[in-house]
Each structure stands twice: as structure tokens, then as C-alpha cells.
């Protein structure tokens, strides 16, 4: 029993420990650091890594086709 809430205990405090932080750089973030939306901590958020191989012509290809797709949502929302 007492085996039981020593373990309970202990699994409770583990789950309020801080969790370590890694910290990682790579040249895409660098790369488009000073562009609108780029937020500290995360940087640039690219998850799919679709700007790995980006020039500035592609990320705003990209970044233009993210708007208008935002903005057909929200007039499919209105109906």
C-alpha cells in the first residue's frame, strides 16, 4: 500500500517538472527571420519544410496562396 502511493506520488511530481527545451536553428529560419508573423519562440513555423530550398519569390508564392485560401474559407463559412 504504501508502495502504491510513494509510486503515485512520484509519478504526480513528474508530470510538474520542466520539461528541457531544445533549441534549434536551421538557415530556413535565418533565411526569412525579418518577414510578417515571425514570432519568438517558435520563428518561422514551416513543419512540412516546404521553404528548406526557398528563394524569397517562392515564400511569397506561398505565403500569397495561404491568404487566399484563408480568405475562400471564410467566405464558404459565411455561405
Same mark, same amino acid.
Given at each position: $500500500?504504501?508502495?502504491? &502511493?510513494? %509510486?503515485? @506520488? +512520484?509519478? %504526480?511530481?513528474? +508530470? =510538474?517538472?520542466? +520539461?528541457? /527545451?531544445?533549441?534549434?536553428? %536551421? +538557415?530556413?529560419? $535565418?533565411? =526569412?527571420? %525579418?518577414? @510578417?508573423?515571425? /514570432?519568438?519562440? @517558435?520563428?518561422? =513555423? *514551416?513543419?512540412?519544410?516546404?521553404?528548406?530550398?526557398?528563394? /524569397? *519569390? #517562392?515564400? *511569397? #508564392? @506561398? #505565403?500569397? &496562396?495561404? &491568404?487566399?485560401?484563408?480568405? &475562400?474559407? $471564410? !467566405?464558404? =463559412? !459565411?455561405?
Amino acid at each position: $500500500m504504501k508502495l502504491l &502511493i510513494t %509510486s503515485l @506520488l +512520484a509519478g %504526480s511530481a513528474a +508530470a =510538474f517538472a520542466p +520539461a528541457s /527545451q531544445k533549441v534549434s536553428s %536551421s +538557415a530556413v529560419s $535565418m533565411a =526569412f527571420e %525579418s518577414e @510578417l508573423g515571425v /514570432q519568438p519562440p @517558435l520563428g518561422l =513555423f *514551416d513543419p512540412l519544410g516546404l521553404l528548406e530550398d526557398a528563394d /524569397q *519569390d #517562392r515564400f *511569397d #508564392r @506561398l #505565403r500569397y &496562396i495561404e &491568404i487566399k485560401h484563408g480568405r &475562400i474559407c $471564410m !467566405l464558404g =463559412f !459565411l455561405g
